[in-house]
């Protein structure tokens, strides 16, 4: 019982300054776009940022700035408060629960696919998640949607697990705007659009 405990403690305490470490990185980021430093990780093909997407990237990150760090300090705080239990079944254990992860990250490789293309043949100022937009000003068109989506999903599948039972629905209700979003984003396309 004392090592449980012990271990519960050493989560919380872990947990907290992991969260603050995120939450100050976030901070300085967003700061980064702000100043109008975009595409940190650019890579080759990367088309360089239009006036358009310089000013919206200031704009985005001065907006969103604060609210997102305090939802990351909020959820990292109410996961580091809940303890290690809540994260001991994080493995699927039924066929039915790895078919719906499975679908999950179909749905999200679609999303992320289309809004590759999306970003590079249309721009980022378009999307409509602000959380992808600043990946993407941040870290370049191609590098900054896969690193968003990533989070994205591990945060989807923590929250998931955190909830229990009812982290079924949302991996369903997320699985449905994943797929909406990649047909949204296909149909923005020129050659969708004309």
């Excluded at 969260?19 to 990185?25: G, W």
């Excluded at 088309?47 to 609210?67: G, N, V, Y």
């Excluded at 305090?70 to 303890?83: D, E, I, P, Q």
């Excluded at 989807?156 to 994943?178: E, K, N, P």
Aim: proline share 4%.
């Amino acid at each position: 019982m004392e090592l449980h405990r012990q271990q519960s403690r050493w989560w919380i305490v872990f947990g907290l300054l992991l969260t603050v470490m995120i939450a100050v990185i976030a901070w300085l980021e967003l700061q980064r776009v702000g100043d109008g430093r975009l595409f940190l990780f650019a890579v080759s093909w990367d088309a360089e940022p239009t006036a358009i997407e310089k000013h919206d990237a200031r704009q985005s990150a001065t907006d969103m700035q604060l609210p997102a760090t305090a939802f990351l300090l909020v959820a990292g705080t109410a996961v580091s408060l809940s303890g290690p239990d809540r994260f001991q079944n994080w493995l699927p254990s039924t066929r039915m629960q790895w078919l719906s992860v499975s679908v999950l990250l179909i749905s999200a490789l679609m999303d992320l696919g289309s809004t590759l293309w999306f970003f590079h043949d249309g721009g980022i100022d378009l999307e409509l998640h602000p959380g992808i937009r600043l990946f993407g000003y941040a870290y370049g068109r191609t590098v900054g949607p896969i690193a968003g989506k990533l989070v994205q999903v591990v945060g989807i599948l923590a929250v998931a697990c955190w909830l229990g039972r009812s982290g079924r629905v949302l991996i369903v209700i997320v699985t449905v705007f994943y797929l909406a979003a990649s047909i949204h984003n296909v149909l923005q396309m020129p050659v969708f659009s004309r």
